[in-house]
């Protein structure tokens, strides 16, 4: 029996962004599941202050349900995903981004629930933390305070990290395209814009929730590049490769590259469907 692929979105995504992957997927004969972490898809949080005409002074006070959720939250709910589909076979585990960081952990818990674990340009911490990652030379290049340009609220006020996505400044636009869609066309960034979900948890672990050679290192894994990444630049995403290969040498990364941005093998992910379904059939999957 065929793997099934289970998906783990990054910060402010849902599971929605991987519905044409999953339709490409179906389509060469695979199964998926997206995956939604707590409090996002349909257990986010959007306040009518969110809507036209918006109330930011209301949104910047306003609760969310993301608050408190934590980094082991995140990693409790995924291993109840993996556990269920794992009665069905092989399971290739598939995390983007910061989704990465669920994934890492997850696998240093529970490496007998996950075959492959694939990393398409996501965190991977071995040597740091990620925290720690982002003052390193392979990060100069990345523009930290974009975000900031529609932060709404104070993050240690409200427990959360809140984004105004439906702000229609033009610096705030500019500096999210360049950081996520840089080589599509304004049509999909905006559509893929108004996929994100305005807050997010605060919580990115700690250094003892990086990879972990007896178990983690276990497990086959493959780490796709993405070329043209301005948000885990391509120096970065070459960093984790060495320090993953350095950690467990006798089990090295399967590396693979896909052009594009952070976000456009989710746009246009034929490509991407296609990768994964041949490392479907790499062992040893299901041996």
Same mark, same amino acid.
């Given at each position: 029996?065929?793997?099934?692929?289970?998906?783990?979105?990054?910060?402010?995504?849902?599971?929605?962004?991987?519905?044409?992957?999953?339709?490409?997927?179906?389509?060469?004969?695979?199964?998926?599941?997206?995956?939604?972490?707590?409090?996002h898809?349909?257990?986010?949080?959007?306040?009518?202050?969110?809507?036209?005409?918006?109330?930011?002074?209301?949104?910047?006070?306003?609760?969310?349900?993301?608050?408190?959720?934590?980094?082991?939250?995140?990693?409790?709910?995924?291993?109840?995903?993996?556990?269920? #589909?794992?009665?069905?076979? !092989?399971?290739v %585990?598939?995390?983007?981004?910061?989704?990465?960081? &669920? $994934?890492?952990? =997850? +696998?240093?818990?529970?490496?007998?629930?996950?075959?492959?674990?694939?990393?398409?340009?996501?965190?991977?911490?071995?040597?740091?933390?990620?925290?720690?990652?982002?003052?390193?030379?392979?990060?100069?290049?990345?523009?930290?305070?974009?975000?900031?340009? #529609?932060?709404?609220?104070? !993050?240690?006020? %409200?427990?959360?990290?809140?984004?105004?996505?439906? &702000? $229609?400044?033009? =610096? +705030?636009?500019?500096?999210?395209?360049?950081?996520?869609?840089?080589?599509?066309?304004?049509?999909?960034?905006?559509?893929?814009?108004?996929?994100?979900?305005?807050?997010?948890?605060?919580?990115?672990?700690?250094?003892?929730?990086?990879?972990?050679?007896?178990?983690?290192?276990?497990? !086959?894994?493959?780490?796709?590049?993405?070329?043209?990444?301005t948000?885990i630049?391509?120096?970065?995403?070459?960093?984790?490769?060495?320090?993953?290969?350095?950690?467990?040498?006798?089990?090295?990364?399967?590396?693979r590259t896909?052009?594009?941005?952070?976000?456009?093998?989710?746009?246009?992910?034929?490509?991407?469907?296609?990768?994964l379904?041949?490392?479907?059939?790499?062992?040893?999957?299901?041996?």
């Amino acid at each position: 029996m065929g793997p099934t692929f289970v998906l783990v979105h990054g910060a402010f995504a849902n599971s929605f962004s991987f519905a044409p992957l999953q339709a490409e997927l179906g389509l060469l004969g695979h199964r998926s599941v997206a995956v939604d972490l707590p409090g996002h898809g349909f257990s986010a949080t959007y306040h009518r202050a969110y809507q036209a005409p918006q109330d930011l002074d209301g949104l910047a006070a306003a609760p969310g349900d993301v608050k408190g959720v934590t980094l082991a939250d995140n990693v409790a709910h995924l291993v109840g995903v993996l556990e269920r #589909a794992k009665r069905n076979g !092989p399971v290739v %585990l598939v995390a983007h981004s910061r989704g990465g960081l &669920t $994934a890492t952990l =997850a +696998a240093n818990q529970r490496p007998d629930l996950i075959d492959r674990i694939v990393y398409v340009s996501a965190w991977c911490p071995v040597d740091l933390d990620v925290n720690a990652y982002y003052a390193e030379p392979e990060m100069a290049s990345v523009d930290a305070a974009s975000l900031g340009l #529609a932060l709404v609220g104070n !993050p240690g006020e %409200l427990g959360l990290l809140r984004v105004n996505f439906r &702000t $229609a400044d033009p =610096a +705030a636009l500019a500096a999210f395209k360049a950081a996520f869609l840089a080589d599509g066309t304004e049509e999909e960034f905006l559509v893929f814009l108004n996929t994100f979900q305005p807050d997010e948890n605060l919580d990115t672990g700690t250094p003892e929730d990086r990879a972990r050679a007896g178990t983690w290192g276990r497990i !086959p894994r493959t780490y796709v590049r993405l070329s043209e990444d301005t948000s885990i630049p391509l120096a970065m995403q070459d960093r984790m490769i060495r320090e993953g290969d350095a950690l467990t040498p006798e089990n090295p990364w399967d590396v693979r590259t896909l052009p594009g941005s952070h976000l456009k093998w989710l746009v246009d992910p034929a490509p991407a469907a296609r990768l994964l379904g041949g490392l479907a059939a790499l062992e040893p999957i299901g041996s």
